[in-house]
Nanobody, 122 residues
């Protein structure tokens, strides 16, 4: 049974940084595409970033986080990370880790974590 457990959320001032972690279990992590989504109050869940099973293939980001967020993975630790720098109040949301066998343009992964709250104050 696939399980995803996020950690690292919290309260940070605008301009600060946080690193989210997502621990994976219940499958072959190294073969999966991993990603992060977020949902702000009153808004739909949106894609943030994704990383292929093979690092050399690359990663994807939504435009609003490009240059500020970095997704990475450690296959030895079955963990995916989201390094968030230069945080803005509009980054405030619940952040969810997700997993799938592949990535596509209208990505709706089948596996999700429970979410971790990120709050950015002015």
């Amino acid at each position: 049974q696939v399980q995803l457990v996020e950690s690292g959320g919290g309260l940070v001032q605008a301009g600060g940084s946080l690193r989210l972690s997502c621990a994976f279990s219940g499958g072959t992590f190294s073969k999966l595409t991993m990603g992060w989504f977020r949902q702000a109050p009153g808004k739909e869940r949106e894609f943030v970033a994704a990383i292929h099973s093979s690092n050399y293939i690359g990663s994807y980001y939504t435009d609003s986080v490009k240059g500020r967020f970095t997704i990475s993975r450690d296959n030895a630790k079955n963990t995916v990370y989201l390094q968030m720098n230069s945080l803005k109040p509009e980054d405030t949301a619940v952040y969810y880790c997700a997993a799938d066998n592949y990535y596509n343009n209208n990505w709706v992964p089948p596996y999700w974590g429970q979410g971790t709250q990120v709050t950015v104050s002015t």
